[in-house]
């Protein structure tokens, strides 16, 4: 039987390559490792992503305005793939000092504003076009009442429980159980509120429902981890209702495709410029 136990040392020393997924890209220092500028298309709003949840957030936001008529919601959406260190490049950190993706650059602006952390990124473009944001300070609060709730306990759902349930190189019974707690009793949140609201702000589609979806949508509809049976996500009813709803949406399935390059559950589209793009596929 293996000994799970571990005493720190004094001083906590770097181990690269602790062979769970992902381990390569990380490290425990911030800024960049070369020297790369990003690219610039022709649209005032480039985004530099990948199709992960984080990512999707936007993406569906910027396809949600189009779809509705806002034209300057046009687009660059280029791939910042994150497992060959582009969020590394000096370009990139220069946007996001976090080298965290989505990152957006907004051109309309001088200078050029960047944008970063999915959260803020949806509240400025939801602000910047007045649309998919509740218009009354009551509506507007409780929209990122949610909007935050999302941007505090994912972690947990992705960093917490994902991490240990799907990406671990070792099943540990002490994290897996710590985190499935917390994302059922999340998953129970959503639920009593959309029992009683058809969106996560009532009446109207806004970023709140953006923000959660790609996560608490893509667990619910078997997306995520391949932890559906695990985590008896058929019993979040309410959820499971919303999550289907959301998918239906056209601007939805286009946003998850943008900057996909993994996956089997939509098709790839590893950069996208116009909506032309969608015809084509790159694989
Ligand atoms: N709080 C951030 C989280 C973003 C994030 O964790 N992005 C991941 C992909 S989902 C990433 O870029 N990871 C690259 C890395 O850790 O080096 C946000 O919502 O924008």
Not at 150 to 161: D, H, Y
Not at 249 to 269: E, F, L, Q
Request: charged letters at 20%; glycine letters at 8%.
């Amino acid at each position: 039987m293996t000994d799970n136990t571990y005493t720190p040392p004094a001083v906590w020393q770097w181990n690269p390559g602790n062979g769970g997924k992902f381990a390569n890209i990380n490290r425990p220092t911030a800024g960049a490792t070369h020297e790369q500028a990003l690219p610039t298309g022709e649209h005032a709003l480039q985004l530099y992503s990948l199709a992960t949840p984080n990512g999707q957030k936007v993406t569906i936001l910027l396809e949600e305005l189009l779809e509705a008529g806002v034209a300057d919601a046009e687009y660059d959406a280029w791939l910042a793939n994150i497992l060959e260190g582009d969020q590394f490049s000096s370009g990139f950190v220069a946007a996001n000092p976090n080298s965290k993706i989505p990152a957006l650059m907004d051109h309309s602006t001088n200078p050029p504003q960047r944008v970063f952390e999915s959260g803020s990124i949806l509240m400025y473009l939801a602000e910047k076009f007045d649309r998919f944001v509740p218009t009354t300070a009551a509506g507007r609060t409780e929209c990122f009442n949610w909007l935050f709730w999302q941007m505090g306990s994912a972690p947990f759902l992705g960093g917490g429980f994902g991490h240990f349930y799907a990406y671990a190189p070792e099943k540990y019974e002490y994290p897996i159980n710590r985190f499935t707690m917390e994302v059922k009793r999340q998953l129970d949140v959503l639920d009593q509120h959309l029992a009683t609201n058809q969106w996560i702000c009532g009446d109207d589609y806004s970023i709140a429902d953006m923000a959660i979806w790609p996560w608490y949508g893509g667990l619910v509809l078997g997306r995520l981890y391949n932890a559906a049976e695990f985590l008896d996500v058929s019993s979040y009813t309410h959820v499971v209702r919303w999550a289907k709803a959301m998918d239906a949406r056209p601007a939805v399935k286009r946003g998850v495709r943008v900057n996909k390059i993994w996956g089997d559950d939509a098709p790839h589209m590893a950069e996208r410029h116009s909506a032309a793009d969608f015809d084509q596929s790159d694989d």
